[in-house]
């Protein structure tokens, strides 16, 4: 079988055909062509480089389908499908570095998030440059953070931040 | 062809002496003083062995007439005569042109003394690398002059000072002005010194580049058999150490070698015009050093290369006992591997001391001689100036110029030792440079749709040139068809599939792929349309996504999920929290075997190819992960050909045809069931893998009856 025929295989979801009915914590009500899924699973197939795209999981984890843009989708569903992705990645956006200081081989950084000003310690390889210009860097627990676009970071900062990369 | 040995029988018996064997096309002859004493002709001879005795080996031949001993040498020749056996057993057991053997092996010896030539021009060659920055190199040399000139302005004005403030006690602007001289020289030179320092760190991060770049992409062109004769290692220290070596060399060693000369030559004039009494004594310790470096530079490197050897012992004990933790631990061997690692370290210790009261018996004598003479000047210098022959300043600043001699004696010494280094850095270097691309595509070649019949007529391979890896192998493969290749270890069957893939070329005999020889499709062409899915995949360190569309870079997201669906890889990687976006790691050391495995089929899958070769790909998984990975196999090989090496027969269910190899010579081809009524080797592997469930079979029918 040619890879074209394994392509077609895939269940890619309409966008038009796909409202989310409500959100719960961490699953969303949703309808497909119709079928409704109670406490069904929205999971990013590529949660760094591609988090428009949205694998749906039932409740029992088989898989409903493929939304190549969860943008896409009518406003009320985005919003509600964000409400649950912003818990399942939770991931805080990194606006500015405050400082950042060595200490017994760890780097303990204070940054200013989207969720406020917070401090996590890190081991020196713990950010990872993707070709758009984010950052994603893990601290020494597995919380993972982001820079959405070094270079909008202030001088200071990036010259801060290339140390790691 | 000649080999020559080191032992010859006469009639006074065994001696040291050569004799030289001839291997021509036709003949075999001995040769001793200039006569033949023995010959034989080729068509005589069946076959060429040797037998080691206690230190001596005897080289023999099976002829028509007997075995026959006809040369003995010491062991010190035996790997040269080995190759002389398995080329005489080439022509005479396995048929193999003299011609072809030749040409290979002259191949190799003229490469070999190309590389000889090399070494009288290696730092010319080096050079050559600089030529583009020649300015900076020139920039870098005028700043160390300046920098130099400048440090030898201080002694002057000290002379000054004392002959002419000091002494007088008067000159009062005399003082400042001298005061502010020494604060500009030491202002400048600080300043000199930043912007040497900046202009030495671009020249030589520009050349590590430059040389550093042209080594690896000399690399990435060259074919697998280059690989095969450095190890990963020896690249890597050529392009880190070697070239480290060299970028030294050539950035700081050749301005301060030149710095060096004008140095001694510009301070010797001032001491000699200064007080030429003074400077013969300053020169009485130059030969004691001289002469004492030199016995040094012979004593001291064994007692340094046990050094590096005991602390190599350090290190392999620490790996040894750390990659063996489990074995240690389970034979509770705790306090001996610790015992082990305490006395490797003490033995570095004892060899250091070592080192130390070895160096004690040169440097504090040739210290001690600059002391001496130093002493003297003083001595002898004071008395001058007591009796007024000299100026107080002028001993002063003599003295200091005196430090200043023998400063730059010390490095050249240093510098030329170096030079020697450098020779062999740059020889190693030129020895990739030098390495010829095996594969290049002919001008002509082109871009091919394929189909998939593949066809080998008489396939002809040595990686050596002596010992053939394939003889004469030919088989075909229709389109879609797929074949199992059998065989023991080392019968070939890596070798064929990377033939197909041109990673080298046959020597003798031609390939084809839909009717067109290989060699007449563009390489690229060929590589996107053929896959290979090996034993142990090996990833690269980056995320899974750009792993699976390492074949194709301009994957859309659908064809990567499709393909990790296809190779049953999906469901494990949407488990994972940074699912398709997930860091591999080394190798793709964060993933299971299995894991790999399917990522390697995935890439597989994504390439679309024509030709598919899978190199025992479920071996080294446990059973459920190789039930999972057959699926991804069978899922991947629908309608493609495919080319399937096992040494378990079991994995071979499904194949169209098997072709079984052995010592590189295809033996049997045919169904499984035809090669069991042929009764062959493959029927021996088959029994010698289903020796115990045939048994048990046998067993439960017997019992039944």
Not at chain 2, 198 to 205: E, G, H, P, R, V
Not at chain 2, 256 to 275: E, K, P
Not at chain 2, 392 to 419: C, E, K, Q
Request: charge should be positive; glycine fraction near 6%.
């Amino acid at each position: 079988m040619s890879i074209k025929e394994w392509v077609s295989k895939l269940k890619i979801l309409d966008p038009k055909k796909v409202k989310v009915l409500s959100a719960n914590v961490d699953t969303i009500d949703l309808e497909v062509n119709g079928i409704l899924y109670i406490n069904a699973k929205p999971r990013r197939p590529f949660p760094y480089t591609h988090p428009e795209c949205l694998i749906f999981y039932t409740s029992s984890d088989e898989e409903i389908g493929m939304l190549r843009d969860y943008r896409k989708l009518d406003r009320k569903s985005q919003r509600l499908l964000e409400h649950v992705l912003n818990v399942v990645y939770f991931m805080p956006k990194i606006k500015r570095i405050v400082s950042i200081s060595s200490r017994g081989g760890l780097y303990e950084w204070v940054v200013d998030t989207d969720k406020g000003l917070i401090k996590f310690k890190t081991w020196s390889s713990c950010a990872r440059f993707l070709s758009n210009g984010k950052v994603i860097i893990k601290d020494v627990n597995g919380n993972v953070y982001c820079v959405e676009n070094i270079f909008k970071l202030n001088p200071r900062n990036q010259a801060l931040l290339s140390i790691f990369i | 062809m000649v080999a020559k040995s080191d032992l010859k029988i006469n009639d006074d018996g065994i001696n040291y002496g050569e004799e030289y064997l001839v291997l021509t096309n036709k003949r075999i002859l001995i040769i001793r003083d200039k006569a033949i004493v023995k010959k034989y002709r080729l068509r005589d001879v069946f076959s060429a062995s040797l037998r080691g005795y206690l230190s001596t080996i005897v080289l023999t031949l099976e002829t028509r007439n007997g075995v026959v001993s006809i040369m003995t040498f010491s062991r010190a020749r035996k790997k040269h005569f080995e190759k002389v056996v398995t080329l005489i057993n080439d022509i005479t057991l396995h048929r193999i042109p003299y011609n072809m053997l030749k040409k290979h092996l002259s191949e190799r010896v003229s490469s070999q003394s190309e590389r000889n030539k090399l070494s009288k021009s290696i730092l010319i060659k080096l050079f050559k690398f600089v030529k583009p920055m020649w300015y900076m190199l020139l920039i870098t040399s005028l700043l160390s002059v300046a920098t130099t000139t400048m440090n030898l302005v201080p002694p002057y004005l000290m002379k000054i000072l004392i002959d002419e403030v000091l002494i007088p006690r008067s000159n009062l602007d005399k003082l400042v002005m001298i005061i502010l001289g020494l604060l500009g020289v030491n202002l400048s030179l600080t300043i000199l010194g930043i912007l040497r320092s900046y202009a030495l760190l671009k020249l030589n991060q520009k050349l590590a580049f430059r040389l550093r770049a042209k080594i690896y992409e000399h690399i990435q062109m060259l074919s697998l058999s280059f690989h095969d004769k450095f190890s990963r290692g020896a690249i890597i220290s050529r392009i880190i150490d070697d070239v480290n070596r060299v970028l030294y060399f050539l950035t700081q060693g050749v301005s301060t070698m030149i710095l060096d000369i004008a140095m001694i030559a510009f301070v010797g004039l001032i001491m000699f015009s200064m007080s030429p009494w003074l400077s013969y004594i300053a020169l009485l310790p130059v030969p004691v050093s001289l002469i004492g470096t030199a016995v040094y530079r012979k004593v001291m490197p064994k007692y340094y290369h046990r050094l590096w050897r005991k602390w190599s012992r350090v290190i392999s004990t620490l790996s040894e006992s750390l990659s063996a933790i489990i074995l240690i631990k389970t034979l509770g061997k705790e306090h001996s591997a610790v015992k082990r690692f305490k006395d490797s370290l003490n033995e570095f210790i004892d060899s250091n001391i070592e080192v130390f009261k070895n160096e004690q018996k040169f440097w504090p004598f040739i210290g001690l001689s600059f002391t001496f003479s130093n002493l003297l000047v003083w001595w002898l210098g004071g008395m001058q100036v007591l009796s007024g022959a000299l100026t107080l300043g002028s001993l002063t600043a003599f003295v200091s110029y005196m430090w200043s001699f023998y400063r730059p004696i010390n490095d050249l010494a240093n510098h030329l030792r170096l030079v020697q280094r450098v020779i062999v850095a740059g020889e190693r270097i030129f020895e990739i440079l030098t390495t010829k691309p095996e594969s290049i595509d002919k001008p002509d070649a082109r871009d091919v749709r394929i189909i998939g019949r593949v066809e080998l007529r008489n396939v002809w391979f040595t990686y050596d040139g002596i010992h053939y890896a394939l003889r004469d192998v030919s088989f075909k493969i229709e389109p879609g068809e797929h074949i199992g290749i059998v065989g023991p270890s080392g019968s070939g069957k890596t070798t064929l599939t990377k033939l197909l893939l041109r990673l080298y070329e046959p020597q003798r005999g031609e390939i084809f792929i839909d009717g067109i020889n290989i060699k007449d499709i563009k390489s690229t062409s060929l590589k996107q349309q053929i896959a290979i899915v090996m034993q142990n995949p090996i990833l690269l360190n980056a995320s899974i996504a750009e792993n699976i569309a390492i074949g194709k870079e301009d994957a859309t997201l659908e064809e990567i999920i499709a393909a990790a669906k296809a190779a049953r890889a999906h469901d494990f990687i949407m488990k994972l929290p940074e699912a398709y976006d997930t860091e591999v790691g080394v190798y793709g050391g964060r993933l299971s075997g299995g894991e790999r495995q399917r990522i390697a089929i995935a890439a597989a899958l994504l390439k679309d190819p024509r030709i598919l070769i899978l190199d025992e790909p479920t071996s080294s998984l446990d059973a459920l992960t190789e039930r999972e990975v057959t699926k991804a196999v069978e899922n991947l090989t629908k309608n493609r050909t495919t080319i399937i090496i096992a040494h378990r027969l079991s994995t071979l269910r499904n194949v169209d045809k098997i072709i079984v190899l052995d010592k590189g010579t295809v033996i049997e081809q045919g169904s499984h069931e035809q090669l069991i009524r042929a009764d062959g080797l493959y029927k021996k592997l088959f029994e010698a893998q289903f020796a115990d469930f045939l048994e048990e079979r046998k067993r439960k029918v017997l019992i039944r009856g």
